[in-house]
């Protein structure tokens, strides 16, 4: 999961989970936010299909003070844009100053 927020050219794909993920490893900003919106002419949204598949996502935990859009998808947008069936178990985050945290996405 990390690699995917790691490079933005992947956030158009389909993905589909095919195993439990524990994150616990990730604190702090360790994990890469898949998606993210600086201003309306600085973003670049998660627009792909992500599929939880029957898995869990676990221990996400993210600290923040200058970032907005935070949360496991930072910034979901286009028509195609599809998280299905996403839960977080034991979702730790700490927007600081920031705002909009989100914990699953649209459809």
């Given at each position: 999961m990390n690699a995917i927020g790691a490079d933005s050219n992947?956030?158009?794909?389909?993905?589909?989970?095919?195993?439990?993920?524990?994150?616990?490893?990730?604190?702090?900003?360790?994990?890469?936010i898949i998606g993210y919106y600086a201003a309306w002419n600085d973003n670049k949204p998660f627009n792909g299909v992500f599929d939880r598949n029957g898995y869990t996502v676990a221990n996400f935990t993210y600290e923040s003070n200058d970032k907005h859009y935070i949360g496991f998808f930072g910034y979901i947008d286009g028509p195609n844009a599809e998280i299905s069936n996403l839960g977080l178990i034991d979702p730790n985050i700490d927007a600081g100053t920031g705002w909009l945290v989100w914990f699953t996405g649209r459809k």
């Open positions: 992947d956030w158009d794909k389909h993905f589909k989970l095919m195993a439990d993920i524990d994150l616990s490893e990730c604190s702090g900003t360790a994990f890469n």
